[in-house]
């Protein structure tokens, strides 16, 4: 039976991390976890000693870092399939099964990847990770990072064969590593499932700015594509687009990038005949790098604390009443709108994961702004 071994990497990020573990205790199938911290001061310890029952090994004191941390929980286990997860980010139920499953009818595949999703730190859906596609060919992973980190795992016998984690990196040691299996030839697959969420706020690493990360990526671009720092350009770009900074130094990057980068890109892939990763097709009814819904959207999303939803709260562009929402397939009772909001009364809530469908009566395009929702606390914890 396909086993795992998942390594949870933790600094100071205690108050996330029990979202992580459950998210592990509700699996199914067999798994180790190796829990990394680097010396949190934010209460690790409490957290930890209440996953006694799943942690396969834990250590906490000063280390070399997420990378080392990665690398040497890898070596404490002995699973078939290796993962890490993010002390922020946690698995949809039974994502491990569903992973499990796929390697058990494909033998020779190396790596399966599939969706994630970006929530806020509460928990509340922002958008899908925006590059995963159905690769044709895998050496667009040199492109562009196409695998999002929790919900891409790994035959242990393929990441042996490369040479594990690259623990000089700080930023991009998960992009390193697909490169380097795809390089060697490793066999990808995509698993069309919502596996993991990935919390997206700033004070992350990704949303860092820093210059060494910028650095990272233009030494993967120097190593499998060329020279001119195409797409390290292009995290910038959407990094400050994201971020909405609006100071001196990122009008004038945006002035860069619309006026001078963005015409020479366009004459240098022409004359070159080189071209971009190309994202087909809707995700889940959304455009992949725009909260545009053609018609009707599907937002998958786990949910793990110990808060019952009440009302969801949509903002959308148009707002109107020509919204319908249903969750977890049933219809809902008419919405009202207030202060540029539409408000859907549910029943209380305590499961896992939700799927939850919005669909615009009319015209078929709307934008998607965000969706909260009231939160009130359970009478006991949910089962």
């Avoid at 990020?13 to 592990?24: G, I, K, P, Y």
């Avoid at 790994?154 to 998960?174: C, F, H, K, P, Q």
Wanted: with cysteine; proline share 5%.
């Amino acid at each position: 039976m396909t086993s795992f071994a998942i390594t949870i990497p933790n600094l100071n990020q205690s108050h996330f991390l029990a979202t992580a573990l459950e998210s592990l205790r509700r699996q199914t199938v067999p798994f180790e976890v190796a829990l990394m911290d680097g010396g949190s001061t934010d209460g690790f310890p409490e957290v930890a000693s209440r996953y006694t029952d799943i942690i396969t090994y834990s250590r906490s004191g000063k280390d070399g870092g997420q990378s080392a941390a990665i690398k040497e929980g890898f070596e404490k286990g002995c699973g078939d399939i290796v993962a890490w997860l993010n002390a922020d980010d946690y698995y949809f139920p039974d994502a491990l099964k569903k992973v499990a499953d796929c390697f058990d009818s494909h033998l020779d595949v190396d790596v399966i990847y599939g969706d994630a999703v970006f929530v806020t730190p509460e928990g509340f859906f922002l958008s899908y990770y925006p590059s995963v596609k159905h690769c044709r060919d895998i050496s667009e992973i040199y492109k562009a990072c196409i695998i999002c980190q929790p919900a891409c795992f790994v035959r242990r016998r393929a990441y042996d064969e490369v040479g594990t984690i690259n623990t000089s990196l700080v930023y991009t040691m998960d992009w390193d590593l697909w490169c380097r299996l795809a390089k060697k030839g490793a066999k990808f697959l995509y698993l069309p499932e919502v596996l993991a969420a990935v919390r997206y706020y700033e004070g992350t690493k990704t949303l860092s700015c820093s210059l060494r990360r910028y650095w990272e990526i233009y030494r993967i671009e120097l190593l499998y594509n060329h020279f001119i720092p195409f797409i390290t350009i292009e995290f910038m770009d959407y990094d400050v687009m994201v971020l909405n900074k609006q100071t001196k130094s990122t009008k004038a990057f945006r002035h860069f990038y619309n006026k001078v980068y963005t015409p020479f890109k366009s004459t240098y892939h022409k004359v070159f005949q080189r071209q971009d990763v190309s994202y087909e097709g809707l995700l889940y009814g959304f455009h992949r790098w725009d909260p545009i819904v053609e018609g009707t959207c599907k937002i998958h999303l786990p949910w793990y604390e110990k808060q019952f939803w009440r009302n969801l709260k949509l903002k959308a562009e148009p707002l109107d009443r020509n919204y319908e929402i249903t969750i977890d397939g049933k219809k809902l009772q008419p919405s009202s709108l207030a202060g540029g909001i539409l408000i859907q009364p549910i029943p209380p809530s305590n499961g896992h994961a939700h799927e939850i469908g919005i669909t615009r009566k009319g015209e078929e395009s709307w934008r998607f702004c965000s969706l909260t929702s009231d939160l009130i606390e359970p009478v006991q914890d949910p089962k």
